[in-house]
């Protein structure tokens, strides 16, 4: 079984707590969608599996390993990460930014097997850019430009997949065929952890959801409330875990994002609109 499990996990930056005591487990093959408003620490979260953010306190599992004590290499055999800003787009043909997602698997010359060149070329027919595997990747648009990034990240061939906000530049026709390409990589048996910031798709997408809030430090303190163990609540905090329905039923999300839920349901399937 392949999931991260959060123990207990704090991260501060410059004595400033952003989450405190988060204990989270994965479920094993499914897809996970983070939800929660800007600034929750809904990405904080994650890169703490990337080791952008340093976890101050607690441990996170991997296969019931120390995952952050594993060499960087281990790490990234078991584990890519999409992550969501990328403020320098390679001028490299795509082809070479995919071969890229191998080099946790090669020795010290980089020398690509048969099997590295069969692994890079599935991966580009999965995320639909063969074709453009000789053009340069800053030229491509937005939309084919994350597929791109996609393929890179499933070449690495790791059980578990971290995407942060993989659907934000992309339009509506991308972000159908991309969930696709999520929902296929499932079936596949991956375990997919991502943010997404459309509670529709999230809610249609995801087999299990983690809703996630945040009290500003600039805000007063509400009445302090206090977790089952006797401490106060963090500043990010985990507000509840479960799938679609579950969390629907509970209202959580109408809570945390201030807004009204509304539903409905034709031939195509079930559609969630907040306002």
């Given at each position: 079984?392949?999931?991260?499990e959060?123990?207990?996990?704090?991260?501060?930056?410059?004595r400033?707590?952003i989450?405190?005591?988060?204990s989270?487990t994965?479920?094993?093959?499914?897809?996970?969608?983070?939800?929660?408003?800007n600034?929750?620490?809904?990405?904080?979260?994650?890169?703490?599996?990337n080791?952008?953010?340093?976890?101050?306190k607690?441990?996170?599992?991997l296969?019931?390993?120390d995952?952050?004590?594993?060499?960087?290499?281990?790490?990234?055999?078991?584990?890519?990460?999409l992550?969501?800003?990328?403020?320098?787009?390679?001028?490299?043909?795509?082809r070479?930014?995919?071969?890229?997602?191998?080099?946790?698997?090669?020795?010290?010359a980089r020398k690509?097997?048969?099997?590295?060149?069969?692994?890079?070329?599935?991966a580009m027919?999965?995320?639909q850019?063969?074709?453009?595997?000789?053009?340069?990747?800053?030229?491509?648009?937005?939309?084919v430009?994350?597929?791109v990034?996609?393929?890179?990240?499933?070449?690495?061939?790791?059980?578990?997949?971290?995407?942060?906000?993989?659907?934000?530049?992309?339009?509506?026709q991308?972000?159908r065929?991309?969930?696709?390409?999520?929902?296929?990589?499932?079936?596949?048996g991956?375990?997919?952890?991502?943010?997404?910031?459309?509670?529709?798709?999230?809610?249609?997408?995801?087999d299990?959801?983690?809703?996630?809030?945040?009290?500003?430090?600039?805000?007063?303190?509400?009445?302090?409330?206090?977790?089952?163990?006797?401490?106060?609540?963090?500043?990010?905090e985990?507000a509840a875990c479960?799938?679609?329905?579950?969390?629907?039923?509970?209202?959580?999300?109408?809570?945390?994002?201030?807004?009204?839920?509304?539903?409905?349901?034709?031939?195509?399937?079930?559609?969630?609109?907040?306002e």
């Open positions: 079984m392949s999931v991260p959060y123990r207990r996990v704090s991260v501060s930056c410059q400033t707590p989450l405190r005591d988060i989270l994965f479920p094993d093959g499914k897809i996970t969608a983070l939800l929660g408003p600034g929750c620490g809904k990405t904080t979260l994650l890169q703490c599996l080791g952008v953010s340093r976890v101050t607690g441990q996170i599992l296969d019931g390993e995952f952050l004590s594993l060499p960087p290499r281990e790490r990234a055999r078991r584990l890519s990460f992550p969501q800003v990328r403020t320098v787009i390679p001028s490299l043909p795509v070479t930014l995919v071969e890229h997602g191998r080099f946790p698997w090669l020795g010290f690509k097997t048969q099997k590295d060149l069969r692994i890079v070329k599935n027919e999965f995320a850019v063969i074709e453009y595997a000789d053009q340069s990747v800053d030229t491509l648009s937005g939309g430009r994350q597929r990034f996609l393929a890179m990240v499933l070449a690495q061939d790791c059980p578990v997949l971290i995407l942060d906000e993989p659907t934000t530049y992309l339009d509506f991308g972000q065929q991309f969930c696709a390409l999520l929902r296929k990589l499932k079936d596949q991956k375990t997919i952890i991502l943010t997404l910031h459309d509670l529709n798709q999230a809610l249609r997408l995801a299990h959801i983690v809703v996630m809030r945040w009290l500003s430090p600039a805000e007063p303190e509400p009445v302090p409330r206090l977790h089952s163990h006797g401490s106060f609540l963090p500043k990010g985990i479960g799938s679609a329905s579950e969390i629907l039923s509970s209202h959580i999300l109408e809570e945390v994002f201030n807004a009204r839920l509304k539903r409905f349901e034709d031939k195509d399937g079930v559609c969630y609109f907040f």
